[in-house]
């Protein structure tokens, strides 16, 4: 089979998703007359639509509230945020290059543009209880008159909670440290900042406290970590130097990271030329260290090569290494049986491992890929139509499309071994064609393929395309249940009701100071300088959830433009 027709194949397979949905959609409505209400099957009484629950308010949340057709389902929103914030520009609120109001959308505006009626309620949700299909909620309104505690029943629930910061339970972090996860935290950073600043100019201070409290440290060399230290260094250089001038030569901002290089999920370039221009900048790197305590004078940290043990003073830490499960979702995989996993689990149509009717996305879950080898003897059962025991390459082929949609690491490791035509599978081990292949050659072939297994980044991007994702197999629910469009199932009979869960990905940006970035584009394109700076700024701006923050935004790095960031303590 030729190259171009094999990916022809491959691409139209995965790319009927998107169509087909719309197809879907649009039979959805026109069958019930862009219809609001649905009647059951006796044409008689309306059926009482299916109850959807929504936890959280963030990405995931927000971009399934948006695609969801609120005509079918009665949907409630419960989470303790009444707003969608933009977290890709948190670093830049915490030195006030954006305003915090300028990256949150209140939930209310959102919905109101939704035609439907969705139901807001500002509370936390404190148990999920998937065995009565309810979940326990609790207000976090100070001063409540009443009672701030309820339970909503649901057919379907969607879990959007999002995670917490990992600590690693390393003593002090939760005491001595500031996160930086939601708007408050940059808040909280912007105010300390400042403070650490005005402490240092008292009279009444030595060289040493003011060397002690100007001593900023960054404990994370991810992408959050690296752009925190940059905003600060240009907002020292930018501004704080001009304005507290007697000390100027005392401000010292160090990065500390347990691996070996920083921003290590980027491209090598990207990780060196970061290294690099921080070196340059006077920011301190610190790689090969592990903090192991914090207390509200120093922190100390070990290195790891010498073991070696070292505490210094600081004014303030920012700790930014990663995150982990919050408590509601721990309680929860413990009463589903997930007890050994670190994550919420689910499968590639992003339903929760063990439970019915719950659907997670977002940070607070992972999806868990089937591995090909597993079903390798059902596969290969159901190609040998004529059970012969071999497959032929037409057989192979028939059940191809299936496997690329099912177990999308072959699709991974095809492209990584350069294969475009998969008969090359078959060649034996002398580099000869077979005609027919039989199930140890079957095997060997796709032996390798499992190694290609990725498990996908905690980013909004991943969050976004899921929420995306699951509101459309919600509209086209009933649909799919009469004509499924998903894969094959190979080990059971039928196909399955949706098309699985796929990643794009659209690249990823590191800013680095000095209007300089960095930015991974699809294609493994890198990109480092000024330019790509300004491809920062034309991204974040279009991607901002309303015409209003995009003012907001694009009038707040206009404003730092002219008149620098704004350093007073309010
Ligand atoms: P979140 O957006 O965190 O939303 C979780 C929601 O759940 C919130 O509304 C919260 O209030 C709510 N909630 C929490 N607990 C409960 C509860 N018990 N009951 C009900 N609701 C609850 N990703 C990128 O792709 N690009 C970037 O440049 C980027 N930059 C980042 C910078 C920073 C500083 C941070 C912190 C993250 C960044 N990310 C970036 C990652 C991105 O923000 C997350 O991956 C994304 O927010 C995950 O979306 P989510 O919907 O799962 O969770
Ligand atoms: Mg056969």
């Given amino acids: 089979m030729a190259a171009s027709s094999f990916f022809n194949r491959v691409s ?15 039979c959805t409505l026109t069958l019930s007359g862009g219809g609001v209400v649905a009647y059951s099957e006796s044409q008689s009484e309306p059926h009482r639509k299916k109850k959807v629950v929504v936890l959280g308010t963030g990405w995931a949340a927000t971009s399934f509230l948006k695609d969801l057709d609120v005509s079918i389902y009665d949907v409630q929103v419960v989470s303790p945020r009444n707003y969608f914030a933009f977290t890709p520009l948190l670093p830049s ?3 006030g290059t954006v305003e915090a109001r300028s990256i949150v959308e209140p939930v209310r505006n959102i919905i109101k543009k939704r035609k439907g009626e969705i139901k807001f309620w500002e509370a936390e949700c404190v148990k999920i209880d998937a065995a009565n299909k309810k979940v326990s909620c609790r207000s976090n ?3 409540l008159v009443g009672s701030g505690e309820f339970s909503l029943d ?21 005491e001595n440290c500031h996160f930086l996860k939601d708007v408050e935290d940059a808040q909280k950073i912007r105010l300390s900042v400042i403070d650490c600043f005005e402490k240092a100019v008292l009279p009444s201070q030595s060289e040493e406290d003011q060397r002690s409290n100007l001593h900023f440290v960054v404990v994370g060399g991810g992408p959050t970590g690296v752009e925190f230290a940059a905003e600060l260094h240009d907002y020292v250089q930018e501004d704080l130097i001009q304005l507290y001038p007697t ?16 921003l290590n999920m980027f491209d090598e370039r990207i990780s060196s030329f970061a290294e690099k221009k921080f070196t340059r900048d006077g920011i301190e790197v610190q790689t090969g260290c592990r903090v192991v305590n914090v207390n509200d004078k120093e922190i100390t940290m070990k290195v790891k090569s010498t073991g070696e043990v070292c505490s210094v003073p600081h004014g303030l830490i920012v700790w930014s290494t990663g995150i982990s499960t919050i408590p509601v979702i721990r309680d929860f995989m413990e009463e589903i049986g997930q007890t050994k996993r670190h994550v919420l689990a689910t499968d590639e149509w992003l339903r929760v491992k063990g439970c019915e009717a719950v659907y997670a996305v977002g940070d607070c879950s992972t999806i868990v890929q089937r591995k090909i080898m597993d079903d390798v003897l059902a596969i290969f059962e159901t190609a040998d139509k004529d059970n012969s025991g071999t497959l032929t390459v037409e ?15 072959v699709e991974h490791y095809l492209k990584k071994q350069h294969i475009y035509d998969f008969t090359m599978l078959w060649k034996d081990s002398q580099g000869n064609e077979r005609k027919e292949i039989d199930i140890e050659g079957f095997k060997l072939a796709l032996s390798q393929a499992d190694s290609q297994m990725k498990t996908l980044p905690a ?5 976004a395309q899921q929420g995306t994702y699951l509101a459309r197999c919600f509209n086209s629910m009933d649909h799919c249940e009469q004509h499924p469009e998903g894969p094959r199932r190979f080990t059971g009979s039928g196909h399955h009701r949706f098309l699985p869960f796929r990643y794009k990905h659209f690249g990823q940006f590191a800013p680095l100071g000095g209007e300089q970035a960095a930015a991974e584009l699809p294609g493994d394109w890198v990109s480092i300088g000024h330019s790509t700076q300004w491809l920062w700024y034309s991204v974040y701006a279009s991607k901002q959830v309303s015409w209003r923050t995009r003012y907001l935004v694009v009038s707040d790095w206009a404003r730092r433009f002219v008149f620098g960031r704004d350093s007073s303590r309010v």
């Fill in 247 to 262: 000390v100027k030569d005392l401000v010292k901002i160090t990065l500390i990271q347990s691996g070996d290089h920083i």
């Fill in 141 to 143: 309104i100070d001063n």
């Fill in 12 to 26: 139209k397979a995965l790319n009927s998703s998107p169509s087909s949905y719309k197809l879907v959609l649009l």
């Fill in 459 to 463: 980013t909004a991007q991943v969050a």
């Fill in 395 to 409: 057989e192979f082929q028939d059940v191809m499309d299936d496997i690329l949609l099912r177990y999308p690491q």
């Fill in 93 to 95: 609120v915490t030195c």
């Fill in 154 to 174: 649901y057919d379907l629930l969607v879990v959007a909670v999002g995670a917490q910061v990992n600590t690693f339970n390393t003593p002090g972090v939760k």
